[in-house]
């Protein structure tokens, strides 16, 4: 299964994005479907992944309350929808796909430059 992402750009603080992960394949084939990004000099930082038995959302406490994920199963597709961007949310962002057994993730994107800058 391949994972592309879509949607990144330029935004000023305070403004909104929104990704998409589209995958090739089944998104019931994996455990859950995540973000995580990466900025030079910074370790890859998980961002907030959805579960896929029930959709449940989860996601790390520096964008809790700015970003939500959801998902289209129909389109096998997830959206990261990030509001009131700040510079420090400037990054390449991943979407990943968590193995069905193990949880870990480990099927990746080709990433999306996402850069908040007035």
């Known amino acids: 299964v391949h994972l592309v992402e879509s949607g990144g750009g330029l935004v000023h603080p305070g403004g909104s994005l929104r990704l998409s992960c589209a995958a090739s394949?089944?998104?019931?084939?994996?455990?859950?479907m995540g973000w995580y990004r990466q900025t030079p000099g910074r370790n890859n930082e998980f961002v907030g992944g959805?579960?896929?038995?029930?959709?449940?959302?989860y996601y790390a406490h520096y964008v809790k309350g700015r970003f939500t994920i959801t998902r289209d199963t129909a389109k096998n597709t997830v959206y990261l929808q990030m509001n009131n961007l700040k510079p420090e949310d400037t990054a390449v962002y991943y979407c990943?796909?968590?193995?069905?057994?193990?949880?870990?993730?480990?099927?990746w994107g080709q990433g999306t430059q996402v850069t908040v800058s007035s």
């Open positions: 990943a796909a968590a193995d069905l057994e193990s949880g870990a993730y480990n099927t």
């Open positions: 394949g089944s998104i019931f084939s994996f455990h859950a």
């Open positions: 959805i579960t896929s038995t029930d959709g449940d959302a």
